[in-house]
């Protein structure tokens, strides 16, 4: 089976919203797209992080993954 990309999980959860976009409040749609679009930026995070740590073998992957990762992508913005 493969993994769900980021993008596909926000894709439904967005469709989600969409589809009850009647039924909740303009704050409560806020607040879910806010939530979905944080979990989607771990989700990428940790599928860089996998790759990353797949091509490494020798060396402490965990502190120069976060490096790369800030370096390229700008952290936790």
């Known amino acids: 089976m493969k993994k769900q990309t980021a993008f596909q999980w926000y894709m439904e ?18 607040d879910r797209f806010k939530d979905i679009i944080k979990k989607t930026k771990e989700m990428e995070k940790q599928h860089i992080k996998d790759a990353w740590l797949s091509g490494v073998q020798n060396w402490d992957s965990e502190t120069e993954f976060e490096d790369y990762y800030n370096e390229i992508y700008g952290g936790n913005k």
Do not use: G, K
Request: cysteine-free.
């Open 13 to 30: 959860q967005h469709n989600i919203i969409v589809r009850l976009y009647d039924d909740i409040s303009i704050e409560e749609r806020f």
